[in-house]
């Protein structure tokens, strides 16, 4: 038994449930639209990790470019 079934209707009146809803147990949701991939090169994908870069490190207390 559903608890539909027991609250009267003076009490659905009150919490704002009407007939229409009966049939509908979960309201849609408002999903965010899906954008499109961007198509990445992999001399793109190279930039983004970061492999073109300059390394540096330390030697005798000064920063040299390796």
């Given amino acids: 038994m559903r608890i539909e ?5 003076d009490t659905k009146a ?3 449930v ?6 509908n147990v979960h309201p849609k949701t408002n999903k965010p639209k ?3 991939q961007e198509r990445l090169s ?3 994908w190279l930039e983004i ?3 073109n870069r300059d390394t540096y490190t330390r030697k005798n207390g000064a ?4």
């Fill in 42 to 44: 992999e001399r793109d």
């Fill in 5 to 9: 079934h027991i609250v009267d209707s």
């Fill in 34 to 36: 899906k954008r499109k």
């Fill in 63 to 66: 920063i040299r470019r390796k």
């Fill in 14 to 16: 009150r919490l704002g």
């Fill in 18 to 23: 009407s007939v229409k809803d009966k049939g």
């Fill in 49 to 51: 990790m970061g492999t």
